[in-house]
């Protein structure tokens, strides 16, 4: 994290309270760089952690004054007047440099929070962390863009559940089979049905088998006795 605005994402990356971090004037600086980290690869930050800004790096103009060594201003003022204003200037950097698909993202985000879907689909994106939530809200941009495909499903089982296969009947235009190698629990079945409410047609018929591959004739690994599941 070189700029305040690669620090306010992480925070939102991991999900902290933005208001729980503390921008302050770096005692300590580099010239070159906006953020004066402890460790130059740090990657991840803490709940109520202090980050040290150089003011003059890109906020000089607005600093200057603050900052001048003849200013008789309290400490504790001038701390909390920087951690405000740095505040707003991270929040500022975030928008002015988000996509029109991050700015989609982030409203189709607030309904699905308001329960504009229903409680049952607020509640299960909540099982997602915050870096399957931004696939499966790009999964549904694209949906609504280019309509719902068998391919697009797909790509969502592949990214978000990487351990399942995903099989189209061919002698039924509608049917689904999906296979999970490992046992089914709540939190899993929750994920799954919400891909399948999401991005499944209507008519599509689904089936879920957990664990155990149903058997396909002429394919050996999944015909072995007690390690099959009927259809």
Same mark, same amino acid.
């Given at each position: ?49 202090? $980050?040290?800004?150089?003011? +003059? ?27 405000? $204003? ?17 700015? +989609? ?11 504009? +879907? ?17 696939? $499966? ?41 999906? +296979? $999970? ?51």
């Amino acid at each position: 994290m070189n700029y305040l605005w690669e620090a306010m994402i992480q925070v939102k990356k991991q999900g902290l309270e933005a208001s729980k971090i503390r921008f302050s004037m770096a005692k300590f600086f580099s010239a070159y760089m906006e953020i004066a980290n402890p460790f130059m690869n740090q990657e991840q930050l803490e709940r109520g952690q202090e $980050i040290e800004v150089n003011l +003059y790096y890109r906020f000089y103009d607005i600093f200057k004054d603050l900052y001048k060594p003849e200013t008789e201003l309290e400490t504790s003022f001038r701390a909390s007047s920087t951690n405000l $204003i740095l505040h707003q200037l991270a929040e500022n950097d975030v928008i002015s440099g988000m996509t029109k698909e991050e700015y +989609y993202k982030k409203l189709l985000m607030k309904d699905l929070e308001e329960e504009v +879907y229903g409680v049952t689909v607020k509640k299960a994106m909540e099982a997602f962390v915050i870096e399957e939530q931004q696939i $499966i809200l790009s999964g549904l941009l694209r949906q609504y863009q280019t309509g719902g495909s068998l391919d697009l499903f797909r790509e969502m089982m592949k990214k978000l559940i990487p351990d399942s296969i995903v099989y189209h009947n061919n002698q039924e235009t509608c049917e689904i089979l999906i +296979y $999970i190698s490992r046992k089914g629990e709540e939190k899993l079945e929750e994920k799954i049905n919400f891909l399948i409410e999401m991005f499944i047609d209507l008519l599509g018929k689904v089936e879920v088998y957990y664990e155990y591959h149903f058997g396909i004739l002429g394919i050996d690994e999944t015909m072995v006795i007690d390690e099959i599941a009927l259809c």
